[in-house]
């Protein structure tokens, strides 16, 4: 398993954009198809996007398509999100979760690594 460390979190108007950023340890990151979950009081941890290892192919939720851009950098062992045009409903805590899924992978049981969360509050 890889260690994750997100940031980049905090509190913005709807409108507005956040760069969150997820730290992996460990030198199998390159292995690992990564995605970022998102959980909103009293629901259920929902998929946001995932990318493959070398970066070349992703898939996103559908809410957040043509908003929300997931990338990578094998060399620097970390993934992003950019969060564009945000909106009160992406208020959640965001996670960051790594898979050694042969492909990519929307399931939540898929990942056996996980971050502690970052938390994104967007106000209308």
């Known amino acids: 398993q890889v260690q994750l460390v997100e940031s980049g979190g905090g509190l913005v108007q709807a409108g507005n954009s956040l760069r969150l950023a997820c730290a992996a340890s460990?030198?199998?990151?390159?292995?690992?198809?990564m995605a970022w979950f998102r959980q909103a009081p009293g629901k259920e941890r929902e998929f946001v996007a995932v990318i493959n290892w070398s970066g070349d192919s992703k898939y996103y939720l559908d809410s957040v398509k043509g908003r929300f851009t997931i990338s990578r950098d094998n060399a620097k062992n970390t993934v992003y999100l950019q969060m564009n045009t945000l909106k009160p409903e992406d208020t959640a805590v965001y996670y960051c979760?790594?898979?050694?899924?042969?492909?990519?992978?929307?399931?939540?049981?898929?990942?056996?690594?996980w971050g502690q969360g970052t938390q994104v509050t967007v106000s209308s």
């Open positions: 460990g030198r199998t990151f390159s292995n690992y198809v």
């Open positions: 979760a790594g898979s050694r899924a042969a492909d990519l992978t929307t399931r939540l049981s898929d990942f056996n690594s």
